[in-house]
């Protein structure tokens, strides 16, 4: 019995020393930090000529960006930074954004209320409508609906809000997203390559109304 314990006592210092998992982890990856809303209407203060001092732009060729999802704004800014999506005047201003810049931004924008559009054509609007929440099974043309939601509210993180939008703007966007001019978007891509003129129009109106 007294040889045991000089022993056991050998055997312990003899051991090889076991890793200490926890100790030499990794640490895990910080959290973006919360965005700062007051930062983010200073940075907007260059934008609001085109977009309008809210984010509720009055000039129909500029998008009204007030209330919309941050998500979606954010992947904009980024795009037209890595010129994934072509426009020399926004290109220009991303070009001086970081990431925070854009987080601080996109969030400050969709704390403000955007502002109601209006339709104009009677006869537009039905067939906007009509693409809109049905779409043309026989032309491939899927309901704009299905991932914009019926009241163009769109689904945060997936898919931008459209209510409300400027008729001019959603024209443009469709039709360069159809002539390839606009490649951001492999899924619009797809829906707006068989729409005409016609339903661009009337899908354009349509939404304006959306609320």
Same mark, same amino acid.
């Given at each position: 019995?007294?040889?045991?314990?000089?022993?056991?006592?050998?055997?312990?210092?003899?051991?090889?020393?076991?890793?200490?998992?926890?100790a030499?982890?990794?640490?895990?990856?910080?959290?973006?930090?919360?965005?700062?809303?007051?930062?983010?209407?200073?940075?907007?203060?260059? !934008?609001a000529? =085109? +977009?309008?001092? /809210? @984010?509720?732009? $009055?000039?129909?060729?500029? %998008?009204? &960006?007030?209330? #919309?999802?941050?998500?979606?704004?954010?992947?904009?800014?980024?795009?037209?930074?890595?010129?994934?999506?072509?426009?020399?005047?926004?290109?220009?201003?991303?070009?001086?954004?970081?990431?925070?810049?854009?987080?601080?931004?996109?969030?400050?924008?969709?704390?403000?209320?955007?502002?109601?559009?209006?339709?104009?054509?009677?006869?537009?609007?039905?067939?906007?409508?009509?693409?809109?929440?049905?779409?043309?099974?026989?032309?491939?043309?899927?309901? !704009?609906?299905? =991932? +914009?939601?019926? /009241? @163009?509210?769109? $689904?945060?993180s997936?898919? %931008?809000? &459209?209510?409300? #939008?400027?008729?001019?703007?959603i024209?443009?966007?469709?039709?360069?997203?159809?002539?390839?001019?606009?490649?951001?978007?492999?899924?619009?891509?797809?829906?707006?390559?068989?729409?005409?003129?016609?339903?661009?129009?009337?899908?354009?109106?349509?939404?304006?109304?959306?609320?």
């Amino acid at each position: 019995m007294k040889l045991l314990a000089p022993l056991f006592l050998a055997a312990m210092l003899a051991a090889p020393a076991l890793p200490s998992f926890a100790a030499d982890a990794a640490p895990a990856a910080a959290a973006p930090a919360a965005p700062d809303l007051v930062k983010g209407a200073a940075s907007f203060a260059t !934008c609001a000529a =085109c +977009h309008g001092a /809210n @984010g509720n732009s $009055i000039i129909g060729a500029n %998008p009204k &960006l007030a209330q #919309q999802h941050p998500e979606y704004l954010i992947k904009q800014l980024q795009d037209f930074k890595s010129g994934k999506r072509a426009n020399a005047i926004m290109s220009g201003m991303a070009a001086t954004l970081s990431d925070d810049d854009m987080r601080n931004i996109a969030y400050w924008l969709a704390s403000n209320k955007e502002t109601q559009g209006f339709a104009t054509d009677k006869a537009l609007v039905a067939t906007g409508e009509h693409i809109y929440r049905g779409g043309n099974s026989s032309r491939h043309i899927p309901a !704009c609906a299905g =991932c +914009h939601s019926p /009241n @163009g509210a769109g $689904i945060p993180s997936q898919y %931008p809000r &459209l209510s409300g #939008q400027q008729e001019d703007y959603i024209a443009a966007q469709l039709t360069a997203f159809r002539d390839g001019t606009r490649k951001n978007s492999v899924p619009m891509a797809e829906v707006a390559a068989n729409l005409n003129d016609h339903e661009i129009k009337a899908l354009a109106d349509y939404i304006a109304g959306l609320r």
